[in-house]
């Protein structure tokens, strides 16, 4: 577990994910009609119901600090860090789904005009929230799946939507690279690396996603000095993938995306971290 729980500037957090939202909405105004039928690596979705997604976990921010999230339950227990959120997540698939699928019937149901203005009145919306949230307080909170939650550690988990359902966007249309904002990209994959440390307390192994994160992990002697004798290192985008199921670990060492030396640096047991 971190020694620390790592904390995100608001501004940077806002800014980051107005610009992620914005590739998105770029990306998307560029489909064709047929696209929307292509299949994607999430189960049944298309993206048809990739982007119903995105509209429904972007567009439903809290109106306002304190004020709980569109049909949110009341509080209840203590304030939810990004790591509770990350273990909570992997409960939450059905559900996501079973709501998701009925959205992509009812309002991503009709023809690509009709999907984009859809998708545009839930980024719209985001940005108006952005905006409006400019000035809160570091420690106003939101109310998430029954939970309170600080506002700026909710938007860091709509960072994660917003970045990983991208890259499963291009994923689908076959895009060589997805236009990523820079901060949204550091921002999660720290998130992910924290959330790992919390998923596998301990301090044997090093994990290194340069140019954002190092965390030390897993159960272990704790390395103290010169070179650790267990480091895992990898790219951004690959630690995303495989901290949220998206890509294989052993298929990841054997194409060299992920460097992995000493007898305890495979992490397949503790992955994904992020459901």
């Given amino acids: 577990m971190p020694a620390k729980s790592r904390t995100y500037q608001p501004q940077k957090v806002r800014a980051a994910l107005a610009a992620q939202t ?12 047929d696209r929307l039928e292509l299949p994607t690596r999430l189960g049944s979705w298309r993206v048809r119901e990739l982007l119903a997604h995105l509209s429904l976990a972007l567009g439903r921010l809290p109106a306002a600090p304190d004020a709980p ?4 339950p009341a509080p209840d227990g203590p304030v939810l860090s990004l790591a509770g959120y990350a273990e909570l997540s992997g409960t939450m698939a059905g559900a996501v789904d079973e709501v998701v699928t009925e959205h992509a019937a009812t309002g991503f149901a009709g023809p690509l005009a009709e999907v984009v203005a859809a998708f545009d009145r839930s980024l719209d919306e985001v940005m108006a929230v952005l905006d409006r949230s400019a000035g809160a307080d570091p420690e106003a909170t939101a109310v998430v799946v029954g939970r309170r939650m600080l506002l700026t550690d909710y ?3 709509r960072l994660v939507e917003a970045v990983v359902h991208a890259d499963d966007l291009a994923d689908a249309l076959g895009l060589e690279a997805f236009p990523h904002d820079r901060q949204a990209l550091a921002a999660v994959t720290r998130m992910l690396a924290d959330a790992f440390a919390d998923h596998a307390p301990g301090g044997a192994v090093e994990l290194r996603v340069p140019p954002y994160a190092v965390v030390q992990a897993v159960p272990g002697p704790k390395h103290t000095r010169g070179t650790p004798p267990n480091v895992v290192e990898t790219d951004p985008l690959t630690w995303i993938r495989l901290a949220t199921g998206r890509a294989d670990w052993a298929a990841s060492v054997e194409e060299a995306a992920v460097s992995a030396s000493g007898e305890r640096s495979d992490l397949r047991a503790y992955l994904p971290v992020f459901g």
């Fill in 22 to 33: 914005e590739a998105l909405r770029t990306v998307v105004h560029g489909l064709t009609a």
């Fill in 69 to 72: 999230a569109p049909d949110a």
């Fill in 155 to 157: 938007l860091v988990t």
